[in-house]
């Protein structure tokens, strides 16, 4: 085995549930929009998106979305208040969206809170995820694991992708429901197949564990490799490894090729997360292009890398020892440009 590809292993983040998952988005304020915010609400213009937990497919006659979608944040509320007032679900949902994240009025968690349960007892699966999340909080309410997973679960029956991918979560940890990696995988494969990439991910962690599922470490990469290619940084680093050392396995007594070696690939996608700053890729990068692996063989971009490496905490004696055998005139060039690197980092923030 190359020295380089040694003492490397990458887990699934099984930690808790996914509360950051919950919202927690920037929005930016519209021009076109000339409502008047809440008094003490301090607009927040960080450019962003609309926050991934509230899915609901929105009619297009429907103003108070309308409203909110070009930033009239305060016109979005007072017409959602006049729709939820005939019962509507999903104006509940979108008043409950407005107070958690202060859009329009202060922020209040215990007004959003009680929206979103008003929105989940009329079926909204928004609400119900929303709701779900703030009791396993005790944000706006008082933590209630055991009803939030009830509300997860009502959720994730419509489909709900970020439902299903905390209640794959819930049953990793045993929150409230006995520990079950077979049901979490079929969580995690609802959530994936949606497009969830951290979901993605971590079904591909089971699969090439064999976890809650047979061990397929085709399945295992493939699952990886969706993640990776939609910019999932544990995901890049290790479809990364997984592609430049291939997979092989014995069967009947013969050597199988389950997941083709490309080191070229591989090298990419460690490249990739090397440069969004995860110091194990960088490692990896500056050994590969110390032992020629998926490149030629380049003294002054593996000293770079390992510079940076080292600036973030990956020390490394087989590389240390390789740089400080090098030129003095390479290795200034190479400090040289982990300056550059570091600079043009600083700038794009």
Known sequence: ?????????????????????????????SERCKDAPAKGWTPDVTKGKTPPAVVAVKPAEDSAYAAFDEGCYFKALNLAQAAAAKNEPQAYTLIGQIYEQGLGAIKDDVKAAEAYAQGAALGDFNAQFQIGMMLLQGRGINKNPDKAVSFLELAAQKNHVLANYNLALVFVEGVTR???????AQYLEKAAVQEHPQAQFDLGSLYTAGRGVDQDYAKGAYWTGLAAKAGLIDAQLEYGVTLINGRRIRQKGSEVEVVPKNEVIGLKYLEAAAEKGNPVAQNRVSRAYRFGVGTDYDPLKSAKWYIIARGAGATDPLMELFFSKLPQETRDRAEKAAEEWYDERASAY
Do not use: E, G, N
């Open 1 to 29: 085995m190359k020295p380089w590809l040694t003492a490397f292993t990458v887990c699934a983040m099984f930690s808790a549930p996914d509360l950051a998952h919950a919202a927690d988005p920037k929005f930016l304020l």
């Open 178 to 184: 006995p520990q079950d990696f077979v049901k979490a």
